[in-house]
Each structure stands twice: as C-alpha cells, then as structure tokens.
C-alpha cells in the first residue's frame, strides 16, 4: 500500500514536501515514483527513485525544483517541491512497481507502475 500526504493550498513561489509511505513486501520493491494530475490532462510523470541503490529521475521541466528522496529505514519517498507556480495545481500521485527497468526512459510512464497511492492535491495560488 501507499499512502500519500503532504499536499496543500500555497502561494506561488512557496514550497511544499510531498511524502509517500510504503507498506506491505516493501523489500521487493524496484522503483517508487510520483506523477500528477489536473483537471482534463493526463497524467504526468514529474520525477522516480531506484528503492535499492541510487538513481534518481525527473522530467524535464522539474529537474531544479523538484528533488526526490527516499528514507529507507521508514519505507518512504519524498517530493521536496520549490518555487511552486499555479501550473503546478494538480493531484499529485505515488506510484510504485517491482520490475527493475533498465531503460529508464520506461520510469517515466504510468504504466510502468503496478501500485498507486490516493493521491494528494497540490494547489498554488497566483
């Protein structure tokens, strides 16, 4: 399971922290991701942690403001988000999957990932 949290109302150029807790056989876990959502678009991949070793991904347009992370001791992953800006304004989702995809070009995919969280909306004020 996973559940998301951290999501908020903040003014453009605020920050917020997104957390995503893992449970269940989290050991077998590959990749942990987060993706967001807004109204009438698809949903969009902002950024993806390795959850044994190190790699870290992000889209193109994040990378700078958006920092992943992970505590593994609590089985969770983080989404420290800067300099927000109303087109931020979505759902943000964690997602999560077992396979180890060596292209990583795939982490940036929904339908790389098996496991998904609720969801925890993000808005930013103008």
């Known amino acids: 399971q996973l559940q998301a949290s951290g999501g908020g109302l903040v003014q453009a150029g605020g920050s917020l922290r997104l957390s995503c807790a893992a449970s269940?056989?989290?050991?077998?876990?590959?990749?942990m991701g987060w993706f967001r959502q807004s109204p009438g678009k698809e949903r969009e991949f902002v950024a993806a942690?390795?959850?044994?070793?190190?790699?870290?991904y992000y889209a193109d347009g994040g990378k700078g403001r958006v920092t992943i992370s992970k505590d593994s001791a609590r089985d969770t992953v983080y989404l420290q988000m800067n300099s927000l800006k109303p087109e931020d304004t979505a759902v943000y989702y964690c997602a999560a999957d077992r396979t180890y995809y060596s292209d990583t070009s795939r982490l940036r995919s929904p339908t790389a990932y098996s496991y998904w969280g609720k969801g925890t909306q993000v808005t930013v004020s103008s």
């Open positions: 269940g056989r989290t050991y077998s876990l590959s990749v």
């Open positions: 942690i390795r959850w044994h070793g190190f790699g870290t």
